[in-house]
């Protein structure tokens, strides 16, 4: 976790770019020629304005000739710059949208790998939440982060160079504003890292609450629990908006003067220009280059400044899919190397903790083929976690557990599941028909497989009863079904 914060956020980009890499590399590319285009009609400006001055001197014929080819070229490259930007967005938003599709499927596939017990260790708000909202808050940042960040970075250098051949002494002092900008903006960017992750703990947190009053909004209004309920939800949502309002309220004036400041030029080339003209020593055209160049640095800075805040953000969102996608696996073998003999459970010499807490220690347990087990015992001693650890939610710390005397983890995931059933309390239906959903349990079942296996438990009278029966969409989480 720590290597992968250490990484660049383009640098992790790219990795999830696929095929669509060449693609940013592209938009790149267009990208600063993009800029380049943009800051062609402030040379040609400037330009205009040496020659009108020359004019106006009777150093250069009046010839307005002179000018036009100046004023064609500035549309020329106007144009140019227009087409740019267009095709380098186009392709930048094409390799977004594979990142985040491939996200996305990686963080899917991770899950399938997962332990159970691990996934169980989050609400399923909070995987939706990451999977879905998270992840795609970051297409707008992702689209125009690589190609127009990059770019606006690189060719400044370039203009501000130039600007140096021409004056120096006078392109240093129109950077005052920079640091004083830079300046104003580290004071707005005080313990906003702080800020954010409590924003998003909060934020979380209600998309938890909202997640569980929606789904339980039956069991409930069946208790009288429906006030208690719906204070808990309206007090995360007041927290989490309270939570951005106050941060947005400390961050507002420092961000306000920052971008106010940071992107002013003039404020120390005015000044300091007119004294060195007035001493002669820079010429009233050179000055005048200086002041129309510097405009030109304007939009570069509000681009690269205007995704300051977006690159942060995007770090968080990269390290919450990044914890997801760096968890221990189930340790399970591709194929079945050792058929097991018979279905006898076997634990044998067991430890197990959650974190750093050991809850199991050294359990023996001997389970036979064909008797039925209870495991008891005074509530937190342990008894569903040994169930759990047998249904592989989880992998042993130390010791094993065999199954037909094959250790559990040298049986495929795949097969393990064919021979063991876990009945939980807790209970999801897909949006689907009940033929579906019953099917989830083995997909080659067949419909008389799936009527047997509910006769089996006696749910196929009240089935049939429904209107359209096996082929009645039962609606998200079973919201059909009274």
């Known amino acids: 976790m720590e290597q992968t914060k250490k990484r660049s956020a383009i640098s992790w980009v790219i990795k999830f770019a696929g095929q669509k890499k060449p693609n940013y590399i592209l938009s790149v590319l267009l990208a600063m020629c993009k800029v380049v285009f943009e800051l062609m009609p402030y040379l040609y400006m400037a330009d205009i304005v040496r020659k009108l001055l020359e004019m106006h001197a009777g150093t250069l014929e009046k010839d307005m000739s002179l000018l036009t080819a100046s004023i064609i070229k500035m549309a020329i490259f106007w144009l140019l710059c227009r087409i740019c930007h267009a095709i380098s967005t186009t392709l930048s938003h094409a390799a977004t949208f594979e990142v985040l599709a491939n996200i996305r499927r990686q963080l899917t596939e991770k899950l399938s790998k997962l332990p159970l017990g691990s996934i169980l260790s989050q609400s399923s708000g909070t995987y939706k939440n990451i999977i879905c909202e998270r992840v795609d808050s970051i297409e707008t940042t992702l689209a125009h982060i ?26 240093l002092i129109s950077f005052i504003c920079v640091p004083v900008g830079v300046l104003f903006f580290m004071l707005m960017m005080v313990g906003s890292k702080e800020s954010y992750e409590n924003c998003v703990v909060k934020t979380k947190r209600l998309n938890d609450t909202a997640v569980e009053y ?96 977006g690159i942060g953000k995007m770090g968080t969102i990269i390290g919450e899919a990044t914890e997801i996608l760096e968890r221990d696996e189930l340790k399970r073998p591709a194929k ?11 634990l044998h010499d067991v430890h197990f903790g959650y974190k750093d807490e050991e809850i199991l220690h050294g359990i023996d347990l001997n389970i036979r083929q064909g008797t039925v087990n209870a495991l008891v015992g005074p509530s937190g001693s342990g008894k569903s976690t040994i169930a759990k650890l047998i249904a592989s939610f989880w992998d042993v710390d130390s010791g094993n557990i065999s199954f037909g005397g094959v250790d559990i983890r040298n049986i495929p995931l795949v097969d393990y599941n064919r021979n063991i059933a876990y009945v939980s309390q807790d209970n999801y239906l897909f949006d689907e028909t009940i033929m579906d959903n019953i099917r989830m349990g083995d997909p080659n079942a067949t419909d008389e497989d799936v009527m047997n296996a509910a006769k089996a438990c006696g749910c196929h009278d009240f089935i049939m009863h429904l209107e359209h029966g096996y082929q009645t969409v039962v609606g998200g989480a079973g919201g059909h079904l009274s």
């Open 214 to 309: 929606i789904n339980g909004i039956e069991v409930i209004k069946a208790f009288g629990k429906a006030k208690t309920s719906y204070e808990k939800f309206v007090l995360a949502a007041k927290e989490g908006a309270d939570c951005f309002i106050d941060w947005m309220r400390r961050c507002n004036l420092w961000q306000n003067i920052s971008l106010l400041i940071m992107p002013y030029f003039l404020l120390g080339l005015l000044p300091f220009g007119a004294l060195f003209y007035m001493k002669g020593t820079v010429s009233g055209a050179d000055l005048l280059m200086l002041i129309i160049l510097s405009l030109g640095l304007v939009s570069p800075v509000m681009t690269i400044a205007s995704y300051w805040d």
């Open 146 to 171: 690589i190609p127009e960040v990059l770019s606006s970075a690189f060719v400044p250098v370039v203009l501000i160079i130039y600007m140096m051949t021409i004056n120096w002494k006078l392109t």
């Open 336 to 346: 079945l190397a050792e058929k097991p003999n018979g279905t006898d459970i076997v």
